[in-house]
């Protein structure tokens, strides 16, 4: 025999517990699981139903159903002791047959029913043996909680001994604040130590102030010259090195980041920032006057192909490092795309702009601001642009998964426009919880699997006329189609929808114009197949 799910189902057909024991689509677990509060009739003796492709085995347990589902080829003598086998461990974990009590214990449940049937056959088992398999301790989840103890043990010991080793630190330098044989020191440590012969003061000397009075400085002051504790000998004020907390990174630490990151975690490293370095990754304008268009990307791509949104927002900033070059206008030209829509700074000369497409302020004898105070300049332009033409998507991606025999086989593959060239091209396809990394059985680019988000990421680093299109095929075990989406894509491009471009620096109070120069690019700010 073989069944196919073992549920708990109510009367009014609510699903309590439900367990899959073969290779089948949940939907089609659910659609049955669904049909069969319809296929119960009221008043029939027998407790078995069967439909055109299944057989349903159930048991009435109260206000419950004990079900169970079969393919027709079944013994019915066997799905009957199996069911009978069922019922009697019910009522083993859950302590009241209602809803509310064996939703309580449904996990419980789960791993019972496992014991019972493997892969749709029942095993030879009875009611104690279950209980006493599922009550079974795992020796290697005690081996972990040990070693996990002695970890945290090992800390506590490393904790109790740096604490311990600021408060000699403490005491150290609070001797040498309140004065005593410190004080001592700071008057002339050197000449105590060297007039001690001469005045004949020792531990076993019988002056006044010799160890006999219980005082023992020949000692006290022999320990401070002898065992120094990190402290100059000129100053009793200075503070104590060498103790309290070392900053660093023990062995330990380094193999736990190691294994962080063959993980796939991004982990950030200390690292001392040098005088001249830079917060941003752009680095800083060198000519006079700097000129930046940006333009982002949002596009949502349907699976079975077409767009439901594509959008672009574009900025033209300004970034001027001098004041003399301040008083400028700039002359730009565009690629006249009718669907882009511009829209000017309210501080801008709007007629200026619509009839000789110039950008410059109302007011002419205001000058721009100057300065590296802001990264992102001046704003001076803004422009956006919706469609829904496909053809106007720079990077379309077609996703193939299908499931063969006990491995699903995903097939993708990437097609970009003749109108970018682009870089750094970035495919993150999820992926099912896996053990082990998924087999890529061929790729045009490079590929990496971040274990930790269960991701796939299939790395372009330039995408022009060579490779306008391209493929990567890679197997898991059985997924659903679903679990590959949303296929999230990023990348960058020097060139930009609207070919915004800077014709000229027109000066307002005469003189050559000033150099300047123009940053493009466009990236990608929400790029998905969903």
């Known amino acids: 025999m073989v069944v196919l799910a073992a549920s708990i189902v109510s009367k009014s057909g609510k699903v309590l517990v439900s367990r899959q024991f073969v290779d089948m689509s949940r939907i089609r677990i659910e659609g049955l699981l669904a049909a069969f509060p319809k296929l119960v009739g009221t008043g029939k003796q027998h407790t078995y139903v069967e439909t055109e492709n299944v057989r349903y085995v159930y048991q009435p347990i109260e206000a419950l159903y004990l079900l169970l589902v079969t393919n027709k080829q079944s013994n019915i003598l066997e799905d009957l002791d199996t069911l009978r086998l069922l019922s009697k461990l019910v009522p083993e974990y859950s302590l ?3 809803e ?3 939703c309580k214990t449904a996990f419980d449940l789960i791993f019972a029913f496992d014991e019972v049937i493997s892969l749709g056959h029942k095993e030879n088992v009875t009611v104690a043996q279950v209980k006493q398999y599922c009550e079974m301790e795992s020796h290697e989840e005690k081996l972990h909680k040990l070693v996990l103890q002695s970890k945290i043990n090992e800390t506590k010991d490393v904790m109790k001994r ?7 630190s403490k005491i150290e330098k609070n001797r040498g604040d309140k004065g005593g044989f410190m004080s001592l020191q700071s008057m002339g440590s050197g000449k105590i130590d060297n007039g001690l012969g001469d005045l004949g003061i020792s531990s076993g000397g019988g002056g006044g102030f010799g160890s006999s009075s219980g005082f023992g400085l020949g000692a006290d002051v022999e320990s401070f010259s002898s065992k120094p504790k990190g402290r100059p000998l000129s100053s009793a004020t200075a503070p104590p090195k060498g103790l309290g907390m070392q900053l660093g990174k023990s062995q330990r630490t380094n193999q736990f980041l190691e294994s962080l990151k063959a993980e796939g975690e991004v982990i950030v490293e200390d690292v001392q920032p040098s005088v001249g370095s830079s917060k941003s990754a752009i680095p ?4 006079p006057v700097t000129l930046s268009v940006e333009e982002k990307l949002n596009v949502s791509l349907k699976r079975d192909g077409g767009v439901s949104n594509f959008d672009l927002q574009g900025t033209m900033s300004l970034q001027i490092l001098n004041q003399e070059d301040a008083h400028i206008q700039v002359q730009i030209e565009t690629g006249g795309n009718p669907g882009i829509l511009f829209k000017t700074h309210p501080n801008m000369n709007k007629e200026l702009f619509s009839n000789e497409n110039i950008l410059g302020l109302k007011d ?8 590296q105070g802001s990264d992102a300049g001046v704003g001076l332009l803004k422009w956006r642009m919706q469609s829904t033409d496909e053809s106007m998507v720079p990077l379309t991606i077609n996703c193939w998964p299908s499931v063969s025999g006990n491995e699903t086989y995903v097939s993708i593959e990437y097609e970009a426009s003749s109108m970018f060239d682009l870089r750094n091209v970035v495919i993150s396809v999820p ?3 896996l053990r082990e990394a998924p087999s890529v059985r061929q790729i045009d680019g490079e590929w990496r699997y971040d274990s930790r988000n269960s991701v796939l990421e299939w790395s372009i680093v330039l995408i022009d006329n060579s490779n306008r299109s391209g493929s990567m095929e890679f197997v898991v075990p059985p997924a659903d189609s679903s679990v590959f989406f949303p296929i999230s894509v990023r990348f960058s491009a020097t060139s930009t929808f609207s070919d915004m471009k800077v014709v000229n620096i027109l000066p307002l109070r005469g003189g050559a114009p000033p150099k300047y120069a123009q940053r493009t690019q466009l990236i990608t700010e929400n790029y998905q197949v969903v």
Do not use: C, Q, V, Y
């Not at 740096?162 to 000699?168: H, L």
């Open 100 to 102: 509310e009590g064996i």
């Open 162 to 168: 740096k604490a311990s080793e600021i408060d000699k």
């Open 96 to 98: 009241s047959m209602d």
């Open 284 to 287: 800083p304008p060198t000519d």
């Open 364 to 371: 002419p004898n205001r000058p721009f601001p100057t300065g």
């Open 431 to 433: 992926l099912p919880a």
